[in-house]
């Protein structure tokens, strides 16, 4: 199982992007998608989380800008950002768990968000 992230940036304060992050490989099935994101010098953090059942789990500096979403049928999980601000500056990473031959647990290889001020 593979994933691909997109969708990362330059943006101004107060703009919007929108991560995407594609699951490839033989999969039975997905269970929790995330994004996390680790700016310089910080560890990494949950940023949000969607279950298998479409419940959802934001850390609180995000909540009311980042709405996390997925496509099963596409294998995608998204990330909609708005309103961002400089401390949203980070690598972002996507995570997912599931079942293929055997349970996986992967990571996206990252993309950058950088917001300037």
């Known amino acids: 199982v593979q994933l691909q992230a997109s969708g990362g940036g330059l943006v101004q304060a107060g703009e919007s992007l929108r991560l995407s992050c594609a699951a490839s490989?033989?999969?039975?099935?997905?269970?929790?998608m995330a994004w996390h994101r680790q700016a310089p010098g910080k560890q990494r953090e949950l940023v949000a989380l969607?279950?298998?059942?479409?419940?959802?789990n934001y850390a609180d500096s995000v909540k009311g800008r980042f709405t996390i979403s997925r496509d099963n049928a596409k294998r995608t999980v998204y990330l909609e950002m708005n309103s961002l601000k400089p401390e949203d500056t980070a690598v972002y990473y996507c995570?997912?768990?599931?079942?293929?031959?055997?349970?996986?647990?992967?990571w996206g290889q990252g993309t950058q968000v950088t917001v300037s001020s």
């Open positions: 995570n997912v768990k599931g079942l293929a031959i055997v349970p996986f647990n992967v």
């Open positions: 490989g033989s999969i039975f099935r997905l269970n929790d």
């Open positions: 969607i279950n298998s059942g479409g419940n959802t």
